[in-house]
């Protein structure tokens, strides 16, 4: 099975690391391709850059079914351009936001997400709202700090930070599991989870197994009405994205 | 006062359609900007035309801003790009969807939508739910119909089948007025009004009139959040559409 | 374009307050008839005020029916009398809260309400909930003033007491825009605007603007059915409020 | 105990069948004083004659106020006045829409309501809204007949109109109880039952409990916000309904 | 008639308590017959304890049908195996709970819970979410105590306890009643009641007027789907339970 | 990885099959263990069998946990016992209709749900309703058939059945993707797939992938609160279930 690990911003490191997090919790027989854009974004944090990443989302899988990729993980807390990515793929599409929180409610009856920066809160809110997950949602959080931080291999503020927000939500929310809400926490999820004795959850390795999981069961992604194929091919219009 | 009415999608015949009947609604000293993106999709069905058209939207806010516009209104039913173009703009920007729904909810209990094409209505869905507004819809429909035909001047086929669902909508779903899911469809309002004897909302010009309102009162987008000013400034990484 | 501001209190000289501010943000060509009952309350701070208020509304619209009112504006937070006065009226009736709530979510993702006095929160509550726009509504606040407070002109006490509520709102419910709950606040608008840097909704005005834009559109209240006309004509039996 | 059902409409008659009907379910030791406006409307079909009834109804608990009554039951689909007569009394006010919808809830998992004219239908849903009920509520259906027509003692076609909605209701909705909506159909209740073998759940009875209960359990009115008392006393200016 | 009140719990003391305390709300003529499992738990404070108990619901309704017992009720907040007894019963079935949510509605706008011990939360969520009432609930709350001290007569602690967090829900939630998350507590009452001055709501007793009132209404429980006679006797594989 | 797949009722060569079907899909490394509670009921088609069933779950988790169990799948429509599991294990515990909801969800932008019988459509409205996606299902149906009749290697007419009724639901509901609810269909999610050309999801092996993909990601059961471990072991009250 191939799997097409999209990294929707353009940071080429930032997605090796997803990498390797992800065929570390890949089955045996799980190839894990890790791409990002050829251009968008270095870092999802606003509309706007939400805007230029689904372009690059949706170019990256259209490269994907020209080589035969079984399911598409897309790793932007915010999941950028999964519902344009359903259109565009035939396998199965799973943002990691969307499977955090589901793997959030089989472990726990509530949780809160840590999110990053504050402004990002509101696409949290959305995919929240999407799922209908709002009553399982005991608090929304958000530290100060950029994406480009999720992104250094050994940050102990960062690390500060997201314990001591998550004290606070056990605390204040009575929440009784975390949802990290940005790519690139993966090492972050051991040392949390001896600290707090709570699951925590990283959504970019949650999505990997569910996307497993779907293609295992022979699903992919309906056709039918509002995922059906684009109705046109629009990718000559940039051809610096779409190559 | 200056509005820009953007068209997402590249049919310049499109916008000029839409331009006089905005102006014909406008307020004396309105003045009214009609413009679409210099590249993207020729008609938004689907998420994959939605991402091409934000990007469309943004680029022409972006102009807009350096032009001294007052507010814009988006003329796309889903609402094309309008988050993204909150964070780009310094006035309000207004969407045509929820200007139409806000209108149907100060003139009738209960609406119902007939949208088209039907892989669309999931856009529909969306900004109800964003809204959330969904117990005021009575009925969410759409008639099997390319957003092309919205185009003809005369397209009498389209009146028919716009006046056909109507009849249905009014009967099965009990609603007390119709909401018309798609741009372009400003000179069916009066004949559909008088056959049916309900409100008849179009969207853009209902987003010309409260964007209009909202500058008459001095309000321009919250920058504390959500829609705070981008982070970054890409559209060198496109120049052929942000000229 | 003639629209009827109705204070629904007895208070005359409040009703010219809200005249001078209507007249300011109407457009060149519509005149604001403002009136208020001939009995009723002098203030509306609880459900009962809300019943003679509703009487005295509906007694306002017969009239403004027979001089040719285009529409109506129900200048009160918590739209008192708005469906019946629905009824009455063939054209347009907008209430300040739904025009308020309406545009803070055309200018901002979130926003926060401060209303007065406390024991009206439920009023507030009930058009929120109608609406269903609850989640959107990050903060409902009240502060502990009579709505006679909002008549002094310059009352510095009042806007000191807004402001710092404003202030809890910002940083507690992490809101991006205020809503002014009581109508007669347009004067502070300005000021609070200024001092804290995010868009403060006054509903009257935005009702104003709703209700010239639903006239310019050629939209009346729905006859349908919630919105027929009254089954029969009462007035009779008051007739010092239904002169 | 004295328990005052109120018909908030002025039609005697009316009252007087309602009287034998409550009495008959009250316990040993309830007295029940109904009571009627004394101007107002003789039926209660639209928003304009609940604002009319709502008056009535505060006059009628003032009434009751001051010869000591321990509770009241407001005979209208639609609660007519229900909030404003809260704060008038001390002790409990019972609705027989939220009666009905409660009732229900204890003996099935869903119902349907059926109620009268189809305009109303709106007042149904105000109260399953406010309530928060809608998913219980497998249908809500309306006859095309007049309140009027619920007050022959012996109306063979309204029976007819409601069996042949309420077998629409249990094969259509899949519901598993009915709730009456209007009052003055007790009657309806024994003969609906045995025809259809489901619950079938009259409001007016079921307040008469639940107020009997409430007094039982020594429950009062919450006086602390939404409720207290009124600011005022207006009744001086309409002396012919407030004597 | 004959109401047979439930003690899901094996406490046998604990249900004389709750024998005395509904015996006293009781209508002339209700006779109160209270029981509890043979076997089971002795104390409900998790879903573990209400698997137990719910077969112990079930075996103590098949032995009330068998005697001719009118309606039942089931004394534990979080209405442990309600829906289980709804099938075997004839009659109505009324949880603590459920009667605990609706008469709060009837005597405030909003209450807040007060529960024991923390991890039972969950339990007053689920039937908060399956009522819809969420929205009338201003704050769900829980003290640290066992269910254990809910049973001693003359518990001062756990008064204060109630006390202290009731204060906390009337300042913080701005709630305007008061709900007893937990059977036993009816002598807290009227000394809440008295210090706090708001309506306190114990939900046992409530359960047992609105059962009251069911029956002499003559509403038994829906047969129709949900509540049908279960599809077969099991109770001969637990011999001791269902003697 | 050691995966218990529960059946939860007493019928082994159901439990073969499920095993079958299970195995064929789980991960190399995966181990399923399929057992059924050794009394309880053979089916499980109501509240009733859903209570006996708990403390069957219970009964085999607990077996379980003495064995060294990584995961739990429960293997009923309806989730039979989930909360109650979670408590005993350590591990995750995954109801097949909450891992069919969340795979129908990452594959479709709405589903409709195929029921049986039709008294069971509650336990579905259920599990829906506490993860909050109503508004993602375009239609709850049943058919009328006996869970026995899902228990036949070759049931041409069960087949039939729901062939037809999911037609219905795409073209009625516009639905656009099918859940199967019942287990034991494994083996017509090919075919209708392929008749019907779009996702049909059976939950039993969308819940074990699931579990695997929590047992790789390290994650148990949040023991915080709700589902902490049972406060007392009851088991040896009826020894021949908890053996």
Not at 203 to 216: P, S
Request: with cysteine; hydrophobic share 45%; proline share 5%.
């Amino acid at each position: 099975m191939r799997i097409q690990l999209i990294n929707p911003n353009t940071t080429r490191q930032f997605t090796e690391r997803l990498h390797v997090n992800a065929q570390a919790v890949a089955a045996a027989g799980t190839e894990i391709i890790a791409t990002q854009p050829r251009l968008g974004t270095p870092s999802i944090e606003s509309h706007s850059d939400e805007a230029w990443a689904t372009l690059g989302v949706m170019a990256q899988v259209q490269a994907g079914e020209a080589s035969g990729i079984d399911a598409y993980v897309i790793a932007c807390f915010g999941d950028t351009g999964v519902a344009a990515a359903r259109e565009v793929a035939r396998g199965p599409v799973v943002g990691m936001t969307e499977a955090a929180l589901m793997s959030a409610c089989l472990v726990a009856a509530t949780f809160s997400i840590i999110t990053l920066p504050p402004r990002t809160l509101i696409h949290s809110r959305r995919v929240l709202h999407d799922l209908g997950m709002q009553h399982r949602c005991a608090g929304l959080r958000a530290i100060d700090v950029l994406v480009d931080d999720c992104r250094e291999e050994d940050n102990q503020a960062l690390y500060e930070a997201l314990l001591s927000e998550a004290r606070s939500a056990l605390h204040e929310d009575r929440c009784e599991a975390l949802v990290l809400g940005c790519a690139g926490l993966a090492e972050m999820v051991d040392p949390l989870q001896q600290a707090l004795d709570v699951p925590v959850i990283e959504g970019v390795n949650a999505a990997i197994k569910m996307a497993e999981g779907l293609v295992r069961l022979g699903l992919t992604t309906s056709k039918r009405s509002s995922y059906a194929l684009p109705p046109r091919d629009l990718g000559q219009q940039w051809p610096e994205l779409f190559a």
